[in-house]
């Protein structure tokens, strides 16, 4: 795969971000260029100058390991950014065949083995839901549809976080901390980008966000990836209010490329009792909705 503009994006831009104070490199007074030069990268990973801007204009196919890993150190990059860099190069020479997530050949919207919506469906203290890479919604339980109930709400999403986030405007007010989540959300589709560079769902969500939203574009622009994994979020919901939630990602082993997320509130919290309301709510929702659809008496 020819992916050398992304190779050659991500790696000025980690050069730029390291300033040669930071890589205990005296700082001089004449500087062109942000953050290191190539020379100063090249002495840090111990290898020709010459070399190193071969690597840092795309061409990483068939650079071995350790290569990598001097290059990882030179420019600081943390685990996020080394796994990134790593899938570039693997997707450069095509070994990536054999470790990206198998491409499932079902027709139509992956749906979950009933025994996955069962665990789902047993988790009843907290939303929980099923994302792929794309951070598209492919399971939930009961309490996370009825958390993300402005997500389900709009057609347009395509129960899609990346979509609500930049392109829907309740996600303003659902997330207080909106930069922080856009900040959070671009670098999860980034290293996903990485990883499965051939997924052409991917291609066009990025290229619909690209186009449609600037939050989305500058920060898509900045190369920067992150793993999700553990933290907390704050949340307002329309019916209960403010929600803080610890969360926990775990990846699905069956499913490579799937994850299960797990949202929780400290016990005795006010958000504890904020997700009972949610659950009540719910369960009011639901039943008003099913009196609404069904068919009035006489109307036959």
């Not at 009961?142 to 402005?150: K, Q």
């Not at 699905?252 to 919290?269: F, H, I, K």
Request: net charge neutral; charged share 25%; glycine share 6%.
């Amino acid at each position: 795969m020819d992916n050398r503009a992304e190779v050659r994006e991500f790696l000025t831009s980690r050069r730029a971000k390291i300033t040669p104070e930071r890589a205990g490199l005296p700082s001089g007074s004449r500087r062109r260029v942000p953050g290191l030069r190539r020379s100063e990268v090249a002495a840090l990973a111990d290898m020709s100058v010459e070399y190193y801007a071969k690597l840092e204009r795309g061409n990483v196919a068939g650079v071995s390991p350790p290569v990598l890993e001097a290059v990882a150190r030179a420019l600081q990059l943390d685990d996020a950014e080394r796994a990134h860099l790593l899938h570039l190069a693997q997707a450069a020479d095509g070994s990536d065949v054999l470790t990206r997530p198998r491409r499932r050949r079902t027709k139509g919207r992956w749906t979950p083995h009933r025994s996955l919506q069962w665990m789902l469906d047993a988790i009843t203290a907290g939303p929980a839901l099923v994302r792929n890479g794309r951070m598209d919604v492919l399971a939930a339980n009961p309490l996370a549809r009825a958390f993300y109930t402005d997500l389900y709400a709009a057609p347009g999403n395509h129960l899609n976080f990346a979509r609500f986030q930049f392109l829907d405007p309740a996600a303003r007010h659902f997330y207080p901390d909106w930069e922080r989540f856009a900040d959070m959300c671009v670098p999860i589709l980034r290293a996903e980008a990485g990883r499965n560079p051939h997924d052409k769902d991917l291609h066009d969500l990025v290229g619909e966000l690209s186009t449609r939203s600037e939050d989305f574009r500058t920060r898509w622009g900045a190369h920067n990836v992150r793993h999700h994994g553990t933290g907390t979020k704050r949340f307002h919901h329309r019916a209960v209010g403010e929600l803080t939630l610890a969360f926990e990602d775990l990846a699905m082993t069956a499913e490579p490329g799937l994850t299960v997320t797990v949202y929780s509130a400290e016990p005795g919290s006010p958000s504890e009792e904020g997700l009972r309301l949610l659950a009540s709510w719910a369960v009011t929702e639901e039943a008003r909705v099913e009196a609404a659809s069904a068919p009035q008496a006489g109307s036959e």
